[in-house]
């Protein structure tokens, strides 16, 4: 099987690739400009700005799957309305545009990676994949107008689409707010945080385990033209997360007390409320259907993937 992987350099492709050259899939890369990141045996197409509705058609040549993984997580222009412009020339109309270039080139699948913020940012009972798409963050809006785009189009032709969407994706070198709990547990002296009285749930994916599920849809046949949503075995809430990559470090956390009401107050002063409501809301998934249909399961739990977290932090 040919693969087309975009999005290859970042800490989800780095992974994905690395495993499908284990697995000795037939690996090929679009790229913005030339990465070292990988071997010889990994194909590049050089594409240019992703924003310049680039040409993917000799990338896509012979190609039997792609696995969308570029996107925009983050905009400088804080503005909502210019800020979901931003996020829609990525994630939404590059995403439409490859998909429209896959049907051209007679691609057979087309895997992308969504997110759980289409769903929603909070809730009280774990999320389906039947559930009313709820997008509260001009990101998770982009990537739900990506995923009705690539329905439509999987109607009208004969492109095969899987939309996953995950939850918070944590592993070595993972991006944002996990990464920043790694760097804090990491350091020589540990600091005591006020968060010892969170008792959200919260879902979390591995990278190994999304990794694992990617793979299984680019390959399954009752993949074709499915949402799943994807998360470990396992839910936790804030304080047992950071006890826990503590713990992986050989460190106690110093967590207090604080109650939640009290941050959130604090942080709504200093603007913050948007982040502090992630920080302490629960929000949980339902990976029933990629289990029965599939008969897939994580391979890792999260005590495992922290080990290798804390392992490569030595070896650094």
Known sequence: MKLLITGSTGFIGKALVSELIQQNFNVSIAVRQKSNLFPDEVKQFIVGNFENN??????????????????????????????????????????????????????????????????????????????????????????????????????????????IRPPLVYGNNAPGNFGRLIQWASAKFILPLPLGDVNNVRSLIAIDNLVSFIITCTLHPKAANEIFIISDDDNLSTTQLLKKIATAFNKKALLLPVPVSWMIFVAKLLGKEADAVRLFSSLSVNSSKARDLLDWHPITTIDEQLCRITANEKNI
Do not use: M, W
Not at 146 to 162: C, I, P, T
């Open 54 to 163: 680039p040409d993917f058609s000799a990338s896509l040549s012979e190609v039997d799957c792609v696995i969308h993984l570029a996107g925009k997580a983050h905009v400088i222009d804080k503005v909502k309305a210019s800020a979901l412009d931003e996020f829609r020339k990525i994630n939404t109309e590059l995403t439409l545009d490859l998909a429209k270039q896959a049907v051209t080139a007679g691609v057979e699948r087309f895997v992308f990676l969504s997110s759980i913020g289409v769903n929603g940012n909070q809730n009280n009972q774990p999320f389906l994949e039947t559930d009313t798409p709820n997008p509260q963050e001009p990101y998770a809006v982009s990537k739900y107008e990506a995923e009705q785009g690539l329905l439509k189009l999987a109607k009208n032709s004969s492109l095969e689409v899987v939309i």
